[in-house]
């Protein structure tokens, strides 16, 4: 299997010390499957853990750093799914990644009901409300908008894979807010943590991360905020030890 293909680059992934294959074309993940990767509570002995909408396998390849334990990862766009299991067999962890080639839609029928400890997700951010706005380039269009799957279908989905008291977290936008609130509590997902995340201070937040247990008793906490720049346009501490570790 050739490792790069047309356009693709080999990216590093500095504080994990490992590579992923992008591309400009078909897919490059942004800070906020890295923030994800960071802000997801992960068993680091014992458990399942499953990943949807993974997209060219980053949050799987971020995740295997901080567990031992077994990782399914869940994309529908069979390009990605190739680049995403050569990043995996490029960097030698195959034994710990599955990759599943698949809907998320209705996914519990394929791997079971019930049976993870931790889901996280990145689901596309767009509706498809305005067509004008939607990419022509099918691979981007589907990874950004709600195309085949919705905000909707990612949330009940998590769901219906978490064993009770197991944790789903999930990036979005702030706009999305009360749409997350509302369908996370549809479907017995009760917000535990959330966070703003922002350009910068003195801006509005442009990213949440939020996190639910699966029939858990009501108590939200609001987190700190996060800047990823400081007033400098250089990354805040904290951003800059998520994405080069700490010196």
């Known amino acids: 299997m050739d490792l790069l293909k047309g356009d693709e680059r080999l990216d590093y992934l500095l504080a994990e010390n490992l590579r992923i294959i992008q591309s400009p074309t078909v897919f490059s993940f942004s800070l906020d499957a890295v923030l994800l990767a960071n802000f ?7 458990g399942k853990i499953i990943d949807l909408c993974s997209g060219n396998g980053i949050i799987p390849l971020l995740l295997s750093k901080r567990t031992n334990v077994k990782i399914q990862a869940v994309e529908i766009q069979e390009r990605l799914v190739d680049m995403a299991q050569r990043s995996i067999n490029y960097n030698g962890l195959q034994p710990q990644i599955e990759l599943i080639h698949g809907d998320i839609r209705g996914l519990y029928k394929e791997v079971g009901h019930s049976r ?44 219906l894979l978490l064993k009770q008291g197991g944790k789903a977290a999930f990036v ?21 943590r959330l966070r703003f995340v922002y350009p910068k201070e003195g801006r509005e937040a442009n990213t949440i991360l939020i996190e639910g247990a699966k029939d858990a008793k009501p108590d939200m906490k609001v987190l700190p905020p996060l800047y990823v720049f400081d007033q400098k346009n250089q990354y805040s501490k904290e951003v800059h030890e998520i994405l080069y570790g700490k010196e």
Request: glycine share 2%; aromatic share 8%.
């Open 40 to 46: 997801s509570y992960i068993p680091k002995h014992k």
């Open 172 to 192: 979005h936008r702030p706009g999305r807010l009360l749409d997350i609130l509302f369908l996370m509590r549809k479907y017995r997902l009760e917000p535990k």
């Open 116 to 159: 993870y400890d931790v889901v996280t997700c990145n689901p596309p951010y767009f509706t498809t409300d305005d067509r004008d706005k939607i990419n022509d380039n099918e691979h981007l269009a589907i990874a950004r908008h709600e195309i085949l799957c919705t905000l909707e279908d990612a949330i009940q989905s998590a769901s």
